[in-house]
């Protein structure tokens, strides 16, 4: 049976555009072997305009027409100018691809995305980081009682594979500590200053990389990584923790002096998150550490990430992989589309 699903992009940046080039890249792939073929059929941005197609945006001309003048709403299209509230809720969109900014503070504006989406009965897939640390139990319960799906794949090690491998590859087993290099942009840093270049410059490198947030303040005083301990912690341990109980520490005041210290003891600075349960709590804190290089985690390096979870029955598993860039994170929500085609398929 052949499955239609609409798109809707809510939010149109790297992360969208690097999903789009993979669905134009991966065309004949994924509806040969996933029998995927998706119409995005809106998006809408906050800077670069909102435009709807019921019959499916040509996702080659529209990306030439954003790289070409910076704006989604020079593209051809019947309607312009829906706000994210009217594309989800007024356009013939199944799936909800919601990649507008992160907010961890209030989660807004995404998180009034993601329940509309969800209220109205649409699939959310999303790499927001906001919605999900905030509220993950809330909006798990609410796609199961609107009997839609809420993904967010990519929240965590980009698309590095997480969730799935929690949902499908550990079934039956117990996590007891969560352990990593959650943020890609500090661990590209403190990697580049080892090699010797200043604070500022391997900034605006992982900026100009496309791996740190819109403010990069969030990736260097550790908010982000603190916002993805929280999602794996309430995912794992079934909590309800918020960002405000996370013991937090970033990078900034690591000087170069700090980084050649800890080489000439053998070690290497890493920006650690960490989670378990104690005494029926979930504790969680991100601090830079000094890790002796056996350590598995002191040789991930530059915006790679590595997560290690301790559990029952397997003892240590790791996964090392990406944790931030365009396509890595456009491919967490193409996993997960997939993982929906697949449901959608079934029911
Ligand atoms: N700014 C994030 C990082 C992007 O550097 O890891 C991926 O969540």
């Known amino acids: 049976m052949k499955m239609e699903l609409n798109l809707a992009f809510i939010g149109f940046g790297t992360v969208g555009k690097g999903l789009a080039e993979l669905l134009i890249k991966k065309e004949k792939e994924l509806k ?62 199944d799936v909800i691809i919601e990649v507008s900014y992160t907010n961890l503070q209030t989660g807004e504006p995404a998180l009034t995305h993601v329940k509309t989406a969800l209220t109205n009965g649409k699939q959310v897939v999303t790499t927001n980081k906001g919605p999900a640390a905030l509220s993950l139990r809330g909006l798990e319960e609410l796609a199961e009682k609107e009997g839609v799906n809420f993904f967010y794949e990519g929240t965590v090690l980009s698309g590095t594979p997480v969730f799935s491998l929690i949902r499908d590859g550990l079934r039956g087993a117990k996590v007891k500590v969560i352990e990593g290099i959650l943020n890609g942009t500090t661990n590209y840093i403190l990697t580049q200053m080892e090699e010797g270049k200043s604070y500022e410059d391997a900034l605006k490198d992982a900026q100009d990389e496309g791996y ?33 109980n996370v013991e937090r520490k970033g990078i900034t005041s690591i000087t170069p002096g700090n980084i050649n210290l800890a080489k000439n003891k053998g070690k290497r600075i890493k920006l650690i998150a960490r989670a378990s349960v104690e005494g029926g709590k979930i504790r969680a804190k991100v601090t830079p550490e000094e890790l002796p290089l056996t350590n598995p985690l002191a040789n991930i390096n530059g915006a790679t990430n590595a997560l290690t979870l301790k559990t029952d029955v397997l003892g240590e598993v790791t996964m090392v992989g990406p944790g931030a860039g365009k396509i890595e994170t456009g491919y967490a929500l193409l996993n997960d589309l997939l993982e929906l085609n697949k449901r959608l398929e079934k029911s």
């Open 32 to 93: 040969q072997k996933y029998n995927f073929e998706p119409k995005v059929v809106a998006i809408s941005d906050k800077i670069k305009g909102s435009i709807w197609k019921s019959d499916g945006i040509d996702l080659k001309e529209l990306l030439d027409t954003e790289a070409r003048t910076g704006k989604v709403d020079f593209y051809q299209a019947p309607s312009k100018g829906l706000d994210p509230l009217d594309t989800i809720t007024k356009t013939n969109a």
């Open 212 to 244: 740190a947030e819109a403010d990069p303040t969030g990736d260097v005083e550790g908010w982000d990584a603190t916002g993805k301990i929280v999602i794996l912690a309430n995912k794992l341990f079934g909590g309800e923790m918020s960002v405000a």
